[in-house]
């Protein structure tokens, strides 16, 4: 698509340029029968020259590439204007790539909003005293729970204060999609206080683009899933659902930076030799759920009653986060394949398969356009 569209803004370009070779006497272009001045022929210079670097920067995927594309749409339609009955189907090209520029300007903006919301996550971020997770450390968790943290590789490690991680997800939109649609997602999180921000782009076809972010912030939860990273499908915040369900995520999702189980704002409850119920509290958020462990002391699974969603009437349903596959990765052991289900009334329905890519801790800088 981006290769097309280039080729699209070269073409336009092209003809741009054969008004300027015809005022000047170079070439005789047919398809403007009136006589173009040189005034307007240095015009139709320039949107050759706009529509050359646009086409040139958005191949390039250079960020700002819109900002030349917005002024060569205005330069051309300016020149069609002028010698309409010749250049009027020059409209249509125009309205194409002006589509294009606005998509392309919303995802940047989507994006731009995203980092600016992680940058303040770290701003916001308490870095604790250089320390090492000790044994005396975890002697009051549960023994499963101490089992699992000694098979993570924490002890003797600093504790974890912020994390970056890159995905590679699958997903199924609705019960009833059969075909799952590839994304690439990227998260961050601090641990004091506890914060998450995860952006996903999601093709499900390839006409199709979904961009959605969900956040948790200061015991508040939001979810944003956008058409073509421009028209909102769904903008849920300020909703308590939202804020239990975005919680319970973030207590899921502690299995990829095991020192945060001994948070001040997480209470632990053991079940029995393989499984601890855990409890976290923060902002007048409250959720809770169960981690399961192997016979190894990996992370196993995670369950608990979460919201679906925040329509007035939704009750919670059971939801499983479970591994599939484990790796040492900067020296600690986490559960890099994991897949999450959803218990409907009369099914279950696996939504998500997720693969770690990449993951990074204690960040001195948060990463910025990985």
Sequence with gaps: MRIVLSILMGIHGIIHLFGFLKAFGISDFEAISQPVSKAYGIIWLVGFILFTSSAILFLSQYDYWWVIGILSIFVSQLLIISYWNDAKFGTILNL???ISTIITYSTFSFNKNIDAETAQMFIDSKTSQKSIVSEQMIVDLPGVVQKWLLKSGMLGKEPIQSVFLEQDIQMLMKPEQKE????KAKQ???????????????KMN?????????KFERGKGEMTIKLFSLIPVVNAKNNEKINQATLQRYLAEIVWFPSAALSSYITWEAIDDH???ATMTYKRTKGSGIFYFDENWNFKKFVTMRYAD?????????WTVTATKNEIRNGINIPVELKANWKLENDDWTWLKLKIKNIEYNLEIMPVNI
């Design 96 to 98: 194409v790539i002006l």
């Design 180 to 183: 799952w649609s590839s994304a």
């Design 188 to 202: 961050y999180f601090t641990i004091e206080p506890p914060a998450f921000n995860w952006s996903v782009s999601l």
């Design 206 to 214: 390839p006409g199709l683009n979904v961009v959605g972010r969900d």
């Design 275 to 277: 499984s601890a119920k």
């Design 310 to 318: 925040v329509e007035e009437n939704s009750k919670p349903k059971l």
